[in-house]
């Protein structure tokens, strides 16, 4: 069983009841769920993944104090560490009497300020440029078992997905650092007789077209241990993992890089983004930057959200 089953069983079968039964009151006031940091979070997790923080455990989201007090956040954190201590087989590891950093009581506000910076997640066009996709990635991932209030399930539905004019720079700031690194820097380094310079442009290629990848599946891209797990995902681009696999090997960097280029401008085509013919992401990266609605992101470096 994956940690997201075993926190959903853990919440419907043992939690939700001790909560109805010891404070009834709070229930549609609150949200409850897993998600955030751990593999468990994207249903990731394997046998590998349970030597630590594997365990049965949910999170309860809460309001501002106005809503619930601090009183009943003690309330609430103390039902929560009565819960049974095995479960299923798992044992539950202590929490401290905040409740713990990815299972227990916490504030709404908190939980998406830590990862967004932001109370309710980033707003405004300048917010969003502020906020890694890593950790967007991890504000919306899991799963929501139970929110009568409404306002944590909102806050990540909006959340879900960025403004069409951020990804626009985001997609033309990756498309010119593909041409910096992989088209431009790359044979460069291998005819200066520096292999192991060229190899970082490699990667940088690597990095920067993989990030486009996600972009078009209007996807976060998490951190970079989860990339190539999550690139089996997409839909329509997941047939690049093989393509990415091969820039590590360094006969096949030539070849991949003019495959990579072409299948990411085939599909910004498909997608209507662009009718520019050819694979080459400069004129791509530029055409999809006059695009952007709002002047001020318009008009900002090419390179600003990358």
């Known amino acids: 069983m994956q940690g997201l089953e075993l926190s959903r069983r853990f919440f419907f079968e043992a939690g939700l009841p001790a909560l109805e039964a010891a404070c009834p009151e709070l229930l549609p006031r609150l949200a409850f769920g897993l998600c955030?940091?751990?593999?468990?979070?994207?249903?990731?997790?394997?046998?590998c993944s349970r030597d630590h923080d594997f365990e049965p455990g949910f999170c309860i989201f809460l309001p501002s104090e106005e809503l619930v007090s601090r009183r009943e956040e003690f309330l609430l954190e103390r039902v929560y560490a009565k819960l049974p201590r095995e479960f299923l087989g798992h044992t539950r590891s202590l929490l401290n009497p905040a409740g713990?950093?990815?299972?227990?009581v916490l504030r709404t506000a908190d939980f998406f300020s830590a990862r967004t910076g932001f109370p309710a997640g980033p707003?405004?066009?300048?917010?969003?440029?502020?906020?890694?996709?890593?950790?967007?990635?991890?504000?919306?991932?899991g799963q929501v078992f139970l929110d009568s209030f409404g306002e944590f399930s909102g806050i990540r539905q909006r959340l879900a997905e960025m403004p069409r004019d951020i990804r626009l720079k985001k997609l033309a700031g990756c498309l010119v650092q593909m041409v910096q690194s992989g088209l431009y820097n790359y044979p460069r380094c291998l005819n200066r007789g520096e292999p192991d310079a060229a190899r970082l442009s490699a990667v940088e290629f690597a990095e920067n077209a993989m990030h486009a990848a996600f972009l078009l599946e209007n996807r976060y891209?998490?951190?970079?241990?989860?990339?190539?797990?999550?690139?089996?995902?997409?839909?329509?681009?997941?047939?690049?993992e093989s393509c990415f696999s091969a820039l590590l090997r360094w006969e096949e960097v030539p070849v991949q890089i003019g495959r990579i280029c072409a299948v990411l401008a085939d599909t910004l085509r498909q997608q209507g983004y662009t009718e520019l013919p050819g694979s080459d992401p400069e004129p791509l990266a530029e055409e999809l930057n006059r695009q952007i609605a709002d002047n001020w992101l318009r008009n900002l470096s090419i390179l600003a959200a990358v």
Request: some cysteine; glycine content about 10%.
């Open 36 to 47: 955030g940091s751990g593999s468990e979070c994207w249903g990731w997790d394997d046998e």
């Open 100 to 104: 713990g950093n990815r299972h227990g």
């Open 123 to 141: 707003e405004t066009l300048s917010d969003w440029l502020q906020v890694p996709e890593y950790a967007l990635s991890e504000a919306v991932n």
């Open 221 to 240: 891209m998490p951190y970079y241990k989860w990339r190539f797990r999550a690139l089996r995902e997409l839909p329509v681009l997941s047939g690049l």
